[in-house]
Nanobody, 113 residues
Framework: QVQLVESGGGSVQAGGSLRLSCAAS????????VGWYRQAPGKQRESVAL???????NYADSVKGRFTISRDNAKNTVYLQMNSLKPDDTAVYYC???????WGQGTQVTVSS
């Protein structure tokens, strides 16, 4: 059974940083595309960052230069380092293996001005 468990969310002031973690079991995160997604209240879920098997990354324009996705294969964990956070980054953040349709439960990130 595949499980993705996110952690690291919380409340920070604008300009602050958080690092989200996505720990997996039942699937090797190094063998598939892994992404971070977010959904703010009243908005559709959007892709934030993706990392491929080869380590190539892709970011939403709104987070480029501020967020970094990375992977530790030994720990079977994917991270999202979020710097220079803005109130618009407030959302529930989800880790996913999108092509397998595996999703975590989400972790709340709240950025206050």
């Amino acid at each position: 059974q595949v499980q993705l468990v996110e952690s690291g969310g919380g409340s920070v002031q604008a300009g602050g940083s958080l690092r989200l973690s996505c720990a997996a079991s039942g699937i090797g995160l190094g063998s598939d595309v892994v992404g971070w997604y977010r959904q703010a209240p009243g908005k559709q879920r959007e892709s934030v960052a993706l990392i491929t098997r080869s380590g190539a990354t892709n970011y939403a324009d709104s987070v480029k230069g501020r967020f970094t996705i990375s992977r530790d294969n030994a720990k079977n964990t994917v991270y999202l380092q979020m710097n220079s956070l803005k109130p618009d980054d407030t959302a529930v953040y989800y880790c996913a293996v999108p092509y397998g349709n595996y999703w975590g439960q989400g972790t709340q990130v709240t950025v206050s001005s």
